[in-house]
């Protein structure tokens, strides 16, 4: 039996030094923001207006006062403190900050502060409010710059691509509402009869349309496209096979590639390679080596995307000796596989508790320089646990801690059931008991199956302990119906007595409801008071087995 200090791990985590140093610097900044003069303090404290200590700001920005967000913006950048402000749904104070007229020679605030806030509307699905802001920058070009430097931080269009219209059409469309930004496109048709989208606003509708699997809409737009005279680009081409493959139509995909290449068009990986994963996703394997062997045709080397998506396919497929060709494969042409290319085969021995075959491929990628990620142990170790190895799977936990990675909920909670599969129930409480150290709270039927053999042990020190470790969370008193304890036989008994006496109700209400039994039931000279009565009656007597607790009749 292990010792109980062998699994005590190591003291909690603490904050690294950057962590810790990005938040002090926000509290700084927000002491100077709610101060006397922010404009002259925050450029003296030297403070640099990284993405963490943002982060940081966000929570109180809607306690900072109305003359600090302007000061606030000369800091950090008009679009970083539009995008913090909606974020925080403070659609008022960004709009204000967006208004505010600069002192010359200041410019006007930049586009990708609006795309930061046409974006928000559309992620809170205020499309209306997303249209009402392109309106307003449609009839108001000077209040807004566009620079080469102008790129927004929330994946809108660059710069090169930006106007009002891709920004709001972008927006729409990658947060879900593809309709209402081709109903825009389609007003301004109709507004003005010579405008006409150009091939980057078919582009972002088709992606929009393509995101939302409407490949119906996704065809029909492409012929409209034709129709107008459009010439796609390569991007254009790529958003329709991916859509083709997403839906899963590789052929259709890949007569889509042999048109690029009549029109002239460059085929890249991003044309390419969904085209692969579609075929290895089916089990196409011959058509997706095929297609491999045409990469040079269309002018494209494979990468490592490429060849992760066929070692997935030939996993997925249970096919280890194919992934194993490709894997070789790969380092014959010098592609070196990650991580991610091995996971796919530990999912797989994972799955079917193969801890020979998945320890062999661990050492080998370990002893080759490949470095495992989080995912590749949570994999071993559910691995090792399904199959009871016990000192294995420590051992697999200790090179985690060893390479980085701490025990977190998933793998600390596959040890204790592994340990207490194995009966050793003390060794299961100290990890429990060192989840709540590391700051982790453990999953509830975890608890349940711990105290379970506690008790039945007649430990009742633990026990104890293990209450007062879940009274300290506050979920803990609000459980699922699934977690309660086992119902007693007087609860049991009572069930059954409450199903059975509503059973005989519903009986006699039934011969109520027939018509043949109900005028059986009432006697020619009967009136309706009367049968009911002796209906409550018969229910009563059904039900309690009792005919004097009928009572008077109501008369």
């Known amino acids: 039996m292990l010792s109980r200090p062998m699994m005590r791990h190591h003291a909690p985590k603490l904050p690294s030094d950057s962590a810790a140093a990005a938040a002090a610097s926000a509290a700084t900044v927000l002491s100077i923001l709610r101060g006397a003069d922010p404009d002259r303090l925050l450029p003296a404290a030297g403070i640099a207006p990284t993405t963490t200590i943002l982060q940081h700001l966000r929570p109180a920005l809607p306690t900072l006062p109305d003359p600090a967000i302007p000061a606030l913006a000369r800091w950090a950048g008009a679009a970083a403190a539009v995008s913090l402000l909606a974020s925080r749904g403070l659609f008022a104070a960004a709009w204000r900050l967006l208004l505010l007229q600069p002192p010359p020679p200041s410019p006007p605030p930049p586009l990708a502060a609006f795309a930061s806030l046409l974006r928000r509307y559309a ?27 102008d790129d927004a931080d929330d994946g809108s269009p660059s710069a090169a691509e930006a106007s009002p219209l891709i920004l709001a059409v972008d927006a729409l469309c990658k947060e879900g509402h593809p309709r209402a930004a081709a109903q825009l496109v389609e007003q301004l048709r109709r507004e003005d009869p010579a405008w006409a989208p150009d091939v980057r606003t078919y582009n972002v509708l088709l992606n929009g349309w393509s995101r939302a699997r409407r490949l119906d809409k996704v065809e029909k737009l492409w012929a409209a496209m034709r129709d107008a005279g459009v010439r796609p680009t390569v991007v254009t081409y790529g958003t329709l096979i991916d859509a083709h493959c997403v839906m899963r139509r590789p052929d259709q995909a890949m007569g889509l590639l042999d048109q690029m290449r009549e029109e002239g068009i460059e085929a890249n990986l991003l044309t390419c390679n969904p085209i692969v994963y579609a ?134 909670t596959m040890l204790i059931h592994l340990l207490c599969r194995c009966h050793q129930f003390e060794e299961a409480f100290a990890e429990f008991e060192n989840m709540f150290e590391r700051g982790i709270v453990p999953q509830y039927i975890t608890y349940r199956l711990l105290m379970k053999e506690l008790k039945r042990l007649g430990l009742v020190k633990l026990v104890q302990k293990l209450t007062d470790l879940m009274r300290s969370v506050p979920h803990s008193t609000k459980l699922p119906g699934s977690y309660r304890d086992k119902e007693g036989d007087d609860a049991i008994e009572k069930k059954k007595s409450i199903l059975q006496k509503a059973q005989a109700v519903s009986d006699v209400l039934k011969e109520r409801k027939d018509s043949k039994k109900a005028h059986e039931l009432k006697n020619s000279e009967e009136t309706d008071v009367e049968l009911a009565d002796r209906i409550v009656a018969n229910i009563r007597r059904r039900v309690y087995g009792d005919v004097s607790r009928t009572g008077p009749s109501v008369s």
Do not use: W
């Open 279 to 412: 075929l290895a996703q089916a089990g196409r394997f011959g058509d997706a080596h095929k297609l491999l062997e045409k990469f040079p045709l269309y002018g494209v080397a494979p990468n490592i995307s490429t060849f992760n998506s066929l070692v997935l396919g030939y996993c997925k497929h249970g096919d280890l000796a194919g992934a194993s060709k490709v894997l070789k494969a790969m380092l014959g042409r010098g592609i070196s596989p990650t991580a991610r290319t091995y996971n796919y085969f530990f999912m797989v021995f994972a799955r079917n508790c193969s801890v020979e075959l998945g320890m062999n491929l661990y050492s080998k990628m370990v002893s080759s320089g490949y470095a495992p990620d989080l995912l590749t142990y949570h994999l071993l170790v559910k691995m090792l646990c399904e199959a009871n190895r016990l000192e294995l799977t420590l051992q697999m936990l200790q090179e985690m801690r060893n390479s980085g990675f701490e025990p977190d909920l998933a793998t600390s």
């Open 123 to 149: 992620r809170l699905g205020r499309t209306a409010a997303a249209v009402r802001a392109f309106r307003f920058l449609q009839r108001n070009p000077d209040r807004y710059t566009v620079s080469a430097d």
